[in-house]
């Protein structure tokens, strides 16, 4: 491990860490997280970013409209598109924090990022962030881009929403994307994976002591292997061409292994890449770490081959 990525994790250990085991409310995270944001995470230096508003099916005038952001940086080909689903345990996160993320995987890849601020839990349990995903993504396609040149990505929670919107888009007959990609992502909210209690001390991140109380937020009423809150049981039969990223020292990690055992079984073309050493949803510190930059060189690659002129 190099000093830059040490001293990084044993900061994150103290200024994030510690401060997630000791919230109280949601809000105390959402605004966590928007203060790391503005003060630490960086973007490409000529970022384009440019506000957009996705029609949500409903009879509530108040929720007909979703917010959402394209994110840009350097030539994108106009043509190819990735929506990204953004992380934060369903329960926080925003355009706010992860314009940066966007615009720089949007960089890599050479594509337009559509960010939508998708509702968040416990207001809006899932599947509301699902519905929020799928009116993004119909979206898209009503703007004449083609299911071939969209990719799904996402972090975290975020990555976990990719593969449920893409078991929807399957039940609604929609055309399937052309790759998927996720970081560390959430997708099991059973929270049965192993590596929960084996890497609790070893994951510089994520305190392994909230992850039950941040799943019954997210999920609501529903059962914690419900396919419409946990992807692990989505069960998707014709999955997308996946590219799956996980830290070793994660507690998520064996919800990566197991989403990209569930997908290979389904017949799907699977890459997993775990990484030594590095904090959870780690793309996001691109500035700070090479490691992030050189996933994002990775994810960009993969997902413009996956989506060519």
């Not at 000093?3 to 044993?10: E, H, I, M, S």
């Not at 050493?277 to 081959?305: K, N």
Request: net charge positive; aromatic share 6%.
């Amino acid at each position: 491990m190099s000093l830059r990525l040490a001293l990084f994790n044993l900061a994150l250990r103290f200024s994030v860490k510690r401060r997630l085991a000791r919230l109280q409310t949601p809000a105390e995270m959402r605004r966590l997280f928007e203060d790391q944001a503005r003060h630490m995470l960086r973007g490409p230096e000529a970022a384009y970013v440019s506000a957009e508003r996705i029609p949500r099916p409903g009879p509530e005038p108040a929720e007909r409209w979703i917010d959402a952001r394209w994110c840009s940086a350097g030539r994108p080909d106009r043509h190819r598109a990735i929506l990204y689903l953004h992380g934060g345990a369903f329960i926080a996160g925003s355009m706010q924090t992860h314009w940066r993320l966007a615009a720089a995987l949007g960089e890599t890849a050479a594509a337009r990022v559509l960010l939508p601020e998708y509702r968040l839990a416990p207001e809006h349990p899932l599947p509301a962030a699902t519905e929020d995903a799928l009116a993004a993504y119909r979206f898209l396609l009503s703007k004449g881009l083609r299911a071939e040149r969209i990719a799904l990505a996402g972090d975290s929670a975020g990555g976990g929403l990719c593969f449920l919107l893409a078991a929807r888009l399957e039940r609604e007959g929609l055309p399937r994307p052309a790759a998927i990609v996720a970081f560390s992502p959430w997708t099991d909210l059973g929270c049965s994976g192993e590596s929960i209690q084996r890497n609790a001390r070893r994951d510089p991140m994520l305190p392994a002591s909230r992850i039950l109380e941040a799943s019954a937020m997210a999920r609501g009423p529903h059962a914690a292997d419900d396919p419409e809150v946990s992807a692990v049981h989505a069960g998707l039969a014709a999955p997308p061409p996946t590219l799956i990223f996980a830290g070793r020292d994660e507690i998520l990690v064996d919800d990566a292994r197991t989403m990209a055992r569930s997908l290979t079984a389904a017949g799907g073309d699977v890459r997993l890449e775990i990484w030594p050493r590095v904090p959870h949803g780690w793309p996001i510190f691109q500035g700070w770490i090479p490691q992030a930059q050189a996933t994002l060189e990775i994810a960009g690659a993969y997902i413009a081959r996956l989506t060519p002129d």
